[in-house]
């Protein structure tokens, strides 16, 4: 059973930043939240990291990573991780910056309703990179959340979790 952590921004910034390449020596700063995914063994496997928010614009930037090989993509995961965002925050477009080598990732967010616009150089002279966009109203379309409501707010889930 996974375990989410709503208090320690720092720690699982910092636990996200060290496994993404550009991000490990400047990290996200400190106008930021994060969602810590931990493990049975009370293990920091994976995390969300909420930063760049533009209240006027009603958008916020999100990067996450995990470690290898483990399972955190769960249904409770994709609803927490993206209820934040979205209900907490009350954002109407998430974004997320992914290699455009990454083509796992981008299949997984394509899977979200992620609109995806590859941009040039990136990530420096030759590396592209894809700018993953997804509004409020293309989340509550995803089938996920058809299925199983994950766009609709529960408080009582987020205290659980």
């Not at 299949?107 to 509004?135: I, K, S």
């Not at 989340?139 to 996920?144: E, L, P, S, V, Y």
Request: glycine share 6%; aromatic share 8%.
């Amino acid at each position: 059973m996974l375990r989410y952590v709503f208090d320690q921004d720092q720690l699982v910034a910092n636990f996200v930043a060290q496994m993404i390449p550009h991000c490990r020596e400047r990290g996200f700063g400190t106008a930021m939240r994060a969602i810590g995914v931990v493990d049975n063994d009370n293990e920091l496997i994976a995390g969300m990291v909420y930063h760049n928010l533009d209240p006027e614009a009603g958008v916020i930037e999100m990067s996450g990573a995990a470690l290898p090989g483990r399972i955190w993509i769960t249904r409770m995961s994709l609803r927490v991780l993206w209820q934040f965002p979205f209900l907490q925050c009350r954002a109407q477009m998430v974004l997320m910056r992914v290699r455009a080598s990454d083509e796992r990732l981008l299949r997984q967010l394509a899977a979200l309703n992620y609109t995806l616009t590859r941009v040039p150089r990136m990530y420096g002279r030759h590396a592209d990179g894809v700018l993953c966009l997804l509004t409020d109203d293309d989340w509550a379309a995803n089938k996920f959340c058809q299925k199983y409501g994950h766009h609709l707010n529960d408080p009582e889930l987020l205290e659980a979790a």
